[in-house]
């Protein structure tokens, strides 16, 4: 049974259309990445899952069940409170608030009182030493990677049981992104679901069981993450790599240019 189920669901900011007809499923305790250039509608799915579009002036229309319960018509906080929490793009951490202070912020949606909170910040402190030993510091004067484990930090303090995770890598240095990738593993291993939004598509790939590829709004590939990450069509659009005959036939082009222009001259 999938975690979260979202059938065809369209959303739009006035005339502008970001979805049409989506349906995705997360599957209970996995990895479920969603692909796509910049504008293919990512973000937006999210924000719909987190009931957060109105913030945005989004409306839309379809279904979205988390476990089997309709997340229509709730408000931000109701879905919070039903254990999906997710990490917003650019990181958004309170820069003039300390780092324990951000994770105290976090707590406040927290399921299970005091004791779960004291929990979720021993279990955060191993995924993130630094958070410990940087407690008392600003998080504006962390570095990017360190934000977007206070980031990632904060909304564990809740204890997810789905977390929504929006281009954790961008702007992060490859060491630092591998690093991130490794604790969305450790993460997942420990029971919370993952819905992956990311343009680093080599990440995403390694990471998820299955696999959703947006374009302009619309689903365009959807499978099992090994075998879209063995898709010629995916490999050239989002991996960078470049189709080895059309290589070839370039290569034989120019060596025949090169050619013709010395018997030209």
């Given at each position: 049974?999938?975690?979260?189920?979202?059938?065809?669901?369209?959303?739009?900011?006035?005339?502008?259309?970001?979805?049409?007809?989506?349906?995705?499923?997360?599957?209970?305790?996995?990895?479920?990445?969603?692909?796509?250039?910049?504008?293919?509608?990512?973000?937006?799915?999210?924000?719909?899952?987190?009931?957060?579009?109105?913030?945005?002036?989004?409306?839309?229309?379809?279904?979205?069940?988390?476990?089997?319960?309709?997340?229509?018509?709730?408000?931000?906080?109701?879905?919070?409170?039903?254990?999906?929490?997710?990490?917003?793009?650019?990181?958004?951490?309170?820069?003039?608030?300390?780092?324990?202070?951000?994770?105290?912020?976090?707590?406040?949606?927290?399921?299970?009182?005091?004791?779960?909170?004291?929990?979720?910040?021993?279990?955060?402190?191993?995924?993130?030493?630094?958070?410990?030993?940087?407690?008392?510091?600003?998080?504006?004067?962390?570095?990017?990677?360190?934000?977007?484990?206070?980031?990632?930090?904060?909304?564990?303090?809740?204890?997810?049981?789905?977390?929504?995770?929006?281009?954790?890598?961008?702007?992060?240095?490859?060491?630092?992104?591998?690093?991130?990738?490794?604790?969305?593993?450790?993460?997942?291993?420990?029971g919370t679901s993952v819905m992956l939004v990311e343009q680093n598509a080599a990440i995403a790939l390694r990471l998820a069981s299955t696999a959703y590829v947006l374009d302009v709004g619309e689903v365009a590939l959807d499978?099992?993450?090994?075998?879209?990450?063995?898709?010629?069509?995916?490999?050239?659009?989002?991996?960078?790599?470049?189709?080895?005959?059309?290589?070839?036939?370039?290569?034989?082009?120019?060596?025949?240019?090169?050619?013709?222009?010395?018997?030209?001259?």
């Amino acid at each position: 049974m999938a975690t979260l189920e979202i059938r065809e669901l369209s959303v739009g900011y006035g005339p502008v259309r970001a979805l049409r007809d989506v349906s995705v499923d997360v599957p209970a305790g996995a990895i479920t990445a969603v692909l796509g250039g910049n504008g293919a509608g990512k973000t937006t799915l999210l924000r719909a899952v987190s009931r957060t579009l109105g913030f945005h002036r989004g409306t839309g229309t379809g279904t979205i069940r988390f476990d089997g319960r309709p997340l229509d018509g709730l408000r931000p906080a109701q879905v919070v409170a039903a254990g999906v929490i997710q990490v917003p793009e650019g990181r958004q951490v309170f820069a003039r608030m300390t780092v324990a202070d951000n994770l105290r912020a976090g707590a406040l949606g927290a399921r299970g009182g005091r004791k779960a909170a004291a929990d979720a910040l021993r279990r955060v402190h191993e995924l993130f030493p630094v958070l410990s030993q940087r407690a008392h510091q600003r998080a504006g004067l962390l570095s990017g990677g360190e934000q977007q484990m206070l980031a990632m930090g904060r909304a564990l303090m809740a204890g997810p049981r789905l977390l929504l995770l929006d281009e954790p890598s961008l702007g992060l240095a490859p060491l630092m992104a591998a690093k991130i990738a490794e604790t969305i593993q450790e993460i997942n291993a420990s029971g919370t679901s993952v819905m992956l939004v990311e343009q680093n598509a080599a990440i995403a790939l390694r990471l998820a069981s299955t696999a959703y590829v947006l374009d302009v709004g619309e689903v365009a590939l959807d499978g099992p993450a090994d075998e879209l990450a063995a898709s010629d069509e995916v490999r050239r659009r989002y991996l960078g790599v470049v189709d080895e005959t059309a290589a070839e036939d370039a290569a034989q082009a120019e060596g025949s240019t090169r050619t013709l222009s010395r018997w030209s001259a």
